[in-house]
């Protein structure tokens, strides 16, 4: 629904605000309250009792919004109300109950920043002590949260100042474009503070905030997203993921010119060796050189002997990624052996990174050493799982890829891109770590909507300079019956 509040305009959507604009300029991407699970999923919301009241230039909301658990039972509730007044004061009030004992991570605000005219621009931080300190958000993506112990901020945008207010609860923000969100996050609780934490039942979460224009805005600076220089322009090389095929599949990707064929291999684990051949046989069939990723176990030496063995130097390798299977990027003993691994396999391009999100090759930084490229693997559902949410966020890879591309100095490879996370490396329970395979499957892999948005991660990935990047498993791009959607956006790349 649009709503106006004086001058700006908006959506409002199941208890949140998305898209809080001024004429053209997007100012904030989202208000909404969220429930973390204690490996950081996100509950899904029902809304309940829902009214709208509305005039010109101004709006009242009000609705019940629960969090149900995966047997459908409410575990907690917010009363929501969202005002917006002639003047362009919004306020976003929440009053929660826990309906049950339940852990979290997080219960409450969280505030989306855009980042398109934001990057460099000048920010005043108002603290919960008391104290104002001046930063500017970030350019390049920030490996550590940027703004901490908040209470309220102040920002220039477009020439116009903008004011946030914050009760209830202390907050920082963090650079989502870390896991390709398009967007900087203002949240609670700072995680310093310990976690997961059991919320009692009938235990209250309440917060408010507030939004307004500043009638004494900051002075304009910065609010640019510099094109990348560090990497060469050069045609993006588009790979897949080994997987089962139909014979006709098979047939109609060797007609789409990709230039790899992903193989995954874990040397000692259980049917690691005809898994390999597998992926090897696919790779011939398919008339592909394999992008080898070897996720070796210490001592890495031995491991990749293991993996020699066994190991048919007739097959073509386009590129090697070298990996730690117990580490969230690959570790310095490693990197160290990549020269001899190398040469062992008749000197392909060899790489190292993280199988995870861009934050793991951000955060646990490395010397690469004489690696050829940097790698991390890309999925757009961290934080968000709507189908406006993903489209948005693609602007996001753009910056990750000049991010590890200017923290690296090295070719940037992406690899894989999923629609869904294979991993979750934040959960803390570490039995939920490794998502099941049915999880990862998204049923609008076979959709128009997996073509567009292939289509915009092309985009933006060919536009900040990337060298290579291999999408979804095989059998997402080819069926028994015919090409599938995603295999056309790919074709006409």
Request: hydrophobic content about 40%; charged content about 20%.
């Amino acid at each position: 629904m649009l709503l106006h509040a004086g001058p700006f305009h908006m959506m409002y959507e199941q208890g949140s605000l998305r898209r809080i604009c001024l004429g053209e300029e997007e100012v904030l991407r989202m208000i909404y309250a969220a429930l973390r699970d204690r490996n950081w999923g996100t509950y899904p919301v029902r809304i309940e009792a829902e009214t709208v009241e509305q005039d010109a230039d101004s709006f009242v909301c009000r609705c019940l919004m629960l969090h149900p658990d995966a047997e459908g039972r409410s575990v907690f509730r917010w009363q929501v109300q969202i005002s917006g007044s002639s003047g362009g004061v919004i306020e976003f009030g929440i009053d929660g109950e826990a309906l049950v004992d339940v852990w979290k991570n997080r219960a409450g605000f969280c505030v989306l920043h855009p980042i398109r005219g934001l990057g460099n621009a000048p920010v005043e931080l108002l603290h919960t002590d008391g104290s104002r300190s001046r930063s500017v958000f970030p350019d390049l993506i920030a490996a550590a949260n940027p703004f901490h112990g908040l209470r309220g901020m102040r920002w220039a945008a477009g020439g116009r100042g903008y004011r946030l207010d914050f009760e209830g609860e202390v907050f920082e923000t963090e650079d989502q474009r870390n896991w390709t969100d398009a967007s900087y996050k203002t949240f609670c609780t700072p995680l310093a503070r310990p976690f997961p934490v059991l919320l009692r039942r009938g235990e209250r979460v309440q917060q408010r905030i507030r939004f307004q224009p500043d009638s004494q805005p900051l002075a304009a600076g910065g609010g640019t997203r510099p094109l990348p220089g560090t990497v060469p322009s050069a045609p993006l090389r588009l790979g897949t993921c080994a997987s089962a095929l139909e014979p006709e599949a098979a047939a109609w990707l060797r007609t789409l010119g990709l230039s790899h064929l992903r193989a995954d291999v874990y040397p000692g684990a259980p049917g690691w060796i005809p898994a390999l051949r597998a992926a090897c046989d696919q790779a011939a069939g398919l008339a592909l050189p394999l992008e080898l990723v070897l996720h070796l176990r210490a001592p890495f030496g031995a491991s990749f002997e293991a993996f020699r063995a066994v190991w048919d130097a007739a097959t073509p390798l386009a590129q090697v990624l070298l990996l730690a299977e117990d580490a969230l990027a690959t570790p310095q003993p490693l990197i160290g052996l990549l020269p001899d691994i190398r040469a062992a396999l008749g000197n392909p391009l060899a790489g190292v990174g993280t199988d995870f999100n861009f934050a793991e090759l951000n955060r646990n930084r490395f010397d690469p050493g004489a690696a050829d490229f940097v790698s991390f693997s890309l999925h757009p559902q961290e934080h968000a799982f709507d189908d406006q949410s993903l489209m948005e966020n693609t602007e996001a890879q753009y910056d990750a890829v000049r991010s590890a591309a200017a923290v690296y100095g090295l070719p940037v490879h992406v690899s894989p891109i999923t629609l869904r996370k294979r991993f979750n490396p934040y959960a803390s329970d570490p039995a939920q770590r490794a998502v099941p395979r049915s999880s990862q499957a998204d049923p609008r892999q076979h959709t128009e909507f997996a073509a567009e948005w292939t289509r915009a991660s092309l985009q933006q990935l060919t536009a900040a300079g990337a060298a290579s990047a291999t999408y979804y498993l095989a059998g997402d791009l080819a069926g028994a019956l015919g090409p599938y959607p995603a295999y056309h956006a790919l074709a006409r790349a």
